[in-house]
C-alpha cells in the first residue's frame, strides 16, 4: 500500500516543518522515544509530521482557547482579570494537547500488545499444526493471515509476508525485522527463536 499524507499532515507541516526537522534530526531520549513509539503502534504517519501535528494542533488549541475565554470572561467586566484567566487556560489546554498527541502512541502499543497476547496462544498451535505438515515456514504464516481468525495478529503476520513478498527479504531477515519493532515481547521472542532455528537448521 501506498501512504498519502493528508491535508491537515501538509497544513502543519506548512507551519512548522523546520522546527520538527531540528526537533527529529538529534532526537534525544524524548522524541526518539515518540519515533520508536510510532513505529510500534503501526502508525502510517511521519515523526516528523506527527511532530508538526502535535505543535500545530496545540497551537490552535491556544489560541482559540484565548479568543474564547476572553471574550466569555469580558463579560465580568474586569480586563486583567479576563487576561489572565483566558492566557492561564490557554497555557494549561495547550499543554494538554501536547500531552494527549504525545501519549497516545504508547497508548495504541499498549492496546496492540494486549490483542496479541490474547491470539498468541492460538497462532502457536496452529503455527505448530502447519509446520508438523511440512509446509514451507513462509506458507505458515500466509496460512495464519488468511484464516481471518487473528485480528491481533494480522498486522504484524502482514508484515512479515511484506517483507518477504514485496520487498524480497528472506524469512529470517524479516522475522527479524519484524521482532524489533512489535509491541509485544512474548511475540519478539517467537520471533527470535523461530529464527535461530532456521539458521541453525533446526526442527
Given at each position: 500500500?501506498?501512504?498519502?499524507?493528508?491535508?491537515?499532515?501538509?497544513?502543519?507541516?506548512?507551519?512548522?516543518?523546520?522546527?520538527?526537522?531540528?526537533?527529529?534530526?538529534?532526537?534525544?531520549?524524548?522524541?526518539?522515544?515518540?519515533?520508536?513509539?510510532?513505529?510500534?503502534?503501526?502508525?502510517?504517519?511521519?515523526?516528523?509530521?506527527?511532530?508538526?501535528?502535535?505543535?500545530?494542533?496545540?497551537?490552535?488549541?491556544?489560541?482559540?482557547?484565548?479568543?474564547n475565554t476572553f471574550v466569555l470572561s469580558m463579560n465580568k467586566g474586569n480586563l486583567v482579570n479576563s487576561v489572565m484567566i483566558s492566557i492561564l487556560l490557554s497555557v494549561i489546554l495547550s499543554f494538554l494537547t501536547l500531552l494527549v498527541f504525545y501519549a497516545y502512541p504508547f497508548l495504541l502499543i499498549n492496546s496492540r500488545a494486549r490483542a496479541i497476547k490474547n491470539d498468541l496462544p492460538f497462532v502457536i498451535i496452529h503455527m505448530s499444526a502447519v509446520a508438523g505438515?511440512?509446509?514451507?515456514?513462509?506458507?505458515?504464516?500466509?496460512?495464519?493471515?488468511?484464516?481471518?481468525?487473528?485480528?491481533?495478529?494480522?498486522?504484524?503476520?502482514?508484515?512479515?509476508?511484506?517483507?518477504?513478498?514485496?520487498?524480497g527479504y528472506d524469512l529470517s531477515s524479516a522475522l527479524r525485522a519484524v521482532s524489533l519493532t512489535t509491541p509485544s515481547k512474548p511475540f519478539k521472542d517467537l520471533l527470535n527463536g523461530i529464527t535461530s532455528t532456521i539458521e541453525s537448521g533446526g526442527n
Open positions: 500500500s501506498i501512504y498519502e499524507s493528508s491535508f491537515y499532515g501538509k497544513l502543519c507541516n506548512s507551519f512548522f516543518e523546520n522546527i520538527t526537522m531540528s526537533l527529529t534530526k538529534n532526537p534525544g531520549k524524548i522524541f526518539g522515544n515518540l519515533k520508536y513509539a510510532l513505529v510500534q503502534a503501526d502508525i502510517k504517519i511521519l515523526s516528523k509530521t506527527y511532530v508538526s501535528m502535535m505543535l500545530f494542533t496545540s497551537m490552535l488549541v491556544f489560541f482559540l482557547t484565548l479568543a505438515s511440512g509446509a514451507n515456514p513462509v506458507a505458515m504464516f500466509h496460512l495464519i493471515l488468511t484464516t481471518g481468525e487473528y485480528k491481533g495478529m494480522e498486522r504484524e503476520v502482514n508484515k512479515i509476508l511484506n517483507y518477504v513478498n514485496l520487498f
